[in-house]
C-alpha cells in the first residue's frame, strides 16, 4: 500500500482534527509547520469564507494542510416541528430577556449541494480534502482528484469505510465513539454500532482497503502510538489542539477542559440535529428536559435555534448553552502553544515505540 504519509508530504503521523467553530488557519498552520497535517472546516461558511481561510492558512504555511467539508443530506424543512422545538426553549430564551427566533432554517449549505465551494476547492487545490457526513457525488470526486488533491472521508463503521473506498478516497479517518464533535455517520437514522476507536480500527484495517486514520479520545503520544501499533498509518486529533491559544475556543469552552466535567462528556443531537459529543451544561440538560420526547429538527436547522439561544446567553455572561466539543479524552488535554504540543506529541510517539 503506498505511504499516504509520504504521498502528502506530511512528516509525522499526527493529524490535527477539522473542528468547525474551533479550529482556525493559524492553528492549521502551526501544526503543519510543526511537520503534522494541519486542518481547517470549511462547513459552516461559504465559498467565500473558505477562500479567505485558505489564503490565510498559506500565508502562514507553505506545507501541506487539509480541508474539511460537510456531506450531509440538505435538510428538510418541517415547520410544526421547528415551531415546537422553538416552543420548548421559549422559557430559556425568557431566562435572558430574549423571545425565540419567529423561525429557523438551514444556516449553512452542505458541500454536496455547493458548487460554488466545489469550483473553489479544485481551483485553489488543497493538499488534502476531507468528507464528514458522507460523500460528493462520484463527478466531484472525479474533479477533485484530477485536480491531484488526495482525498479523506470519515467513516464510523465498515460498511462507509467500504463506500468511500468504492467511490475512489485515498484514506478513511475511523472514527471511534470517543471522539469529540460531531458524529461522521453517513445516515444519522440508521443503526449506529457505536464502534470505539480500537475495534473500529482493527476492523478497517483488516476489511477496508486503505489506509486508516485513527481519531477518537487519542491525546498524547502514547495514544498515537497505541493506533498505529492497531495497523492506523496516523492519528487524528481535535480536543487535544483545543486549549492551543492559536484555537477559537472561547474562555468557557477552555474552562470547561479542565473542569470535573470534562470527564462526563455527552453525546447529544439537541445542539444541531445530528449527534455530537461534547461537555454537559445548560443545553444538554434541556435533553432530558424541556426537549424530552420531541423530534428535533434536521441538521443545521435545530442548530439555527441553540446558537441564537446561545448569543442571547453569551450577551448575559451565561455560557451554558454554547457548544463546547470535546473528546472522552477531554482531561488529558494541555494548554500550549500548537507548534509545542505537537512537539510533545513526536517526543512522546518515540519513547512509547522505544
Known amino acids: ?26 492553528l492549521a498552520a502551526a501544526v503543519s509547520e510543526a511537520g503534522g497535517l494541519g486542518s ?71 458541500f454536496v449541494a455547493d458548487p460554488a465551494m466545489q469550483d473553489l476547492l479544485v481551483e485553489t487545490r488543497p493538499s488534502v480534502v476531507s468528507f464528514h457526513f458522507g460523500l460528493p457525488a462520484a463527478r466531484v470526486i472525479a474533479r477533485l482528484k484530477a485536480a491531484g488533491i488526495v482525498l479523506f472521508s470519515t467513516a464510523t463503521n465498515i460498511d462507509e469505510a467500504r463506500a468511500a473506498a468504492d467511490a475512489g478516497v485515498d484514506a478513511i479517518v475511523a472514527q471511534g465513539f ?30 477496508a482497503p486503505l489506509p486508516v486514520i485513527a481519531a477518537g479520545g487519542i491525546m ?20 487535544a489542539f483545543v486549549a492551543c491559544p492559536e484555537s477559537s475556543a472561547d474562555a468557557a469552552h477552555r474552562a470547561g477542559l479542565a473542569d470535573p466535567g470534562a470527564a462526563h462528556t455527552t453525546m447529544t443531537t439537541v445542539f444541531s440535529g445530528r449527534p455530537a459529543r461534547g461537555l454537559p451544561n445548560a443545553m444538554t440538560e434541556l435533553e432530558h428536559g424541556a426537549l424530552a420526547g420531541l423530534a428535533v429538527p434536521d441538521y443545521p436547522i435545530a442548530y439555527d435555534a441553540n446558537k441564537a439561544l446561545a448569543a442571547a446567553a453569551k450577551a448575559k455572561q451565561d455560557f451554558s448553552f454554547a457548544a463546547q466539543w470535546a473528546g472522552q479524552g477531554a482531561p488529558l488535554a494541555r494548554a500550549m502553544p500548537a507548534r509545542d504540543l505537537v512537539a510533545t506529541l513526536a517526543r512522546e510517539l518515540a519513547a512509547a515505540r522505544g
Open 1 to 26: 500500500m503506498e505511504d499516504l504519509l509520504r504521498r502528502i508530504g506530511v512528516v509525522l503521523p499526527i493529524v490535527q482534527a477539522p473542528m468547525a467553530g474551533v479550529s482556525t488557519p493559524e
Open 220 to 239: 498524547d503520544g502514547a495514544g498515537i502510538a497505541a493506533a498505529l501499533k492497531l495497523g492506523a498509518v496516523a492519528a487524528q486529533l481535535g480536543t
Open 178 to 207: 470517543e471522539a469529540g464533535g460531531h458524529r461522521g455517520v453517513f445516515d444519522p437514522a440508521a443503526p449506529d454500532p457505536q464502534l470505539g476507536i480500537l475495534a473500529l480500527t482493527r476492523l478497517l484495517v483488516r476489511g
Open 40 to 110: 481547517i472546516a470549511v462547513g459552516a461558511v461559504d465559498a467565500a469564507g473558505a477562500r479567505a481561510m485558505i489564503d490565510t492558512t498559506r500565508a502562514g504555511t507553505r506545507k501541506p494542510f487539509n480541508v474539511n467539508v460537510f456531506c450531509h443530506k440538505p435538510a428538510t424543512p418541517d415547520r410544526a416541528r421547528e415551531s415546537a422545538w422553538l416552543g420548548a426553549l421559549r422559557p430559556a430564551f425568557a431566562r435572558f430577556g430574549k423571545a425565540p427566533p419567529a423561525a429557523i432554517g438551514e444556516i449553512y449549505a452542505s
